[in-house]
């Protein structure tokens, strides 16, 4: 019983020593972000745009969602809308959102049944031949967007080298409940310190789904979205294929908003098993490391490790360390670099999220399953994955209407 007590304090107090220092550096990996310098912007660059906008069906606000697109302060560019069917609802929207905005070029193409697992991909796929500009913005249809999003988006592609861009994203909870509380702040801050983490640490390798952009030429580089549509996390692998190709993947400073439709315990768990699932087979390294970057459930070891010795200030020192680390991480991260008041205001709860992530990414080891709207994959390596329910997968002739 005494070693077990010495292998709970020795266990808390690495836990406690690996999360201050991923504290440490996602506060100088803010700093970093936040003061690096600014773009050379040449006011005269503003080249045409094809957004890209894969649909289906229709999550509550979408049509708030999408006409943020259609408000875009930009002199040219085009929205392209897929789904599988003319009938799909979320098409329904995005038409009467259309109609109301006659100054925007909009185009509808139908896929039919994906033949890939991944079917965002395929609509992709089908979309990309069909857009008439050379840099292609992909979105995602639970993203809000201010008027200046592309100007902000399209300056990194003045550097010719600069082969895809992709944003960070705040997550936006409004009237979801705690649990969507939770999932949000998720976005906002554990997202957030990951993902500035790793630009500083080995620059930008990757891209994020909310919000990814690609020049034609680069996505040809890599064979095309073709190349993505077997990847659970294909927007990892987009950016991780272009970097491996030689070209540069920017992350922009420009922040949108990823509305979170999940409401309740459930959907809002396995949404986010389903992301921490394919992490771990998407970069298997870094997600391992990931289990020593949480504070809180150390924190709570070293508080029963204490207590159980009979030195209270100890076990109370350290598990009030871990709040109020996770909680200053929350002001950084959430609230300065992406700008989620929700993350300043209610920094005090993100420790509650810090224990959730753990218990997930322990969870993330039990189960190779994910799911993605009515179908069910198996992960393979490297985020592969295979249909193992769901609508057969049959192969589909794009249809384009005006």
């Not at 697992?117 to 979309?127: H, K, T």
């Not at 993203?143 to 990194?156: G, Q, S, Y």
């Not at 010719?160 to 936006?172: I, K, L």
């Not at 390294?285 to 990931?290: D, E, F, I, Q, V």
């Amino acid at each position: 019983m005494e070693y077990t007590r010495y292998a709970l304090l020795g266990i808390a107090l690495l836990g406690t020593l690996t999360s201050t220092i991923f504290l440490g550096l996602a506060l100088v990996a803010a700093i970093r972000f936040k003061r690096r310098a600014p773009l050379k912007r040449d006011s005269q660059f503003l080249p045409p745009v094809s957004l890209l906008k894969p649909l289906h069906g229709a999550e509550p606000g979408l049509r708030e969602y999408l006409e943020s697109f259609f408000a875009l302060d930009y002199p040219e560019f085009e929205i392209l809308f897929c789904a599988r069917r003319d009938s799909d609802v979320g098409i329904k929207v995005a038409r009467e959102v259309a109609a109301e905005h006659r100054n925007v070029p909009v185009r509808f193409l139908f896929s039919g049944d994906p033949p890939w697992p991944n079917a965002r991909c395929y609509s992709l796929s089908v979309m990309a031949p069909e857009a008439r500009h050379g840099l292609l913005v992909i979105t995602d249809s639970d993203v809000r967007v201010r008027p200046e999003f592309l100007r902000e988006v399209v300056a990194p592609y003045a550097d010719g080298m600069t082969g895809a861009s992709t944003c960070m994203y705040r997550g936006d909870a409004t009237g979801l409940g705690f649990w969507g509380l939770m999932e949000g702040m998720g976005m906002s801050v554990e997202m957030t310190a990951g993902v500035v983490t790793a630009d500083m640490l080995e620059g930008m390798k990757f891209t994020l789904g909310p919000c990814m952009s690609v020049r034609r030429e680069a996505l040809e580089s890599i064979g095309g979205f073709e190349q993505l549509g077997y990847y659970y996390a294909d927007d990892f692998m987009l950016g991780n294929m272009v970097a491996e190709k030689g070209w540069r993947v920017w992350l922009s400073s420009h922040t949108i908003d990823h509305c979170i439709v999940n409401d309740g315990f459930w959907r809002n768990f396995s949404h986010q098993w389903s992301w921490m699932k394919s992490t771990r087979f998407s970069r298997p390294a870094g997600h391992l490391g990931t289990g020593l970057t949480f504070a809180v459930p150390f924190g709570i070891i070293g508080l029963i490790a204490g207590l159980w010795m009979g030195n209270p200030l100890l076990g109370w020192s350290l598990f009030a360390w871990s709040w109020i680390s996770r909680s200053l991480l929350s002001v950084v991260a959430g609230g300065w670099v992406v700008k989620d008041p929700a993350a300043i205001r209610l920094c005090w709860l993100y420790p509650v999220r810090d224990l959730m992530g753990a218990i997930i990414w322990t969870l993330s080891y039990t189960s190779r399953e994910v799911g993605w709207r009515d179908d069910r994959f198996v992960l393979e390596k490297r985020g592969l994955m295979r249909r193992i329910s769901g609508d057969d997968a049959k192969s589909g002739k794009a249809v384009r209407q005006h």
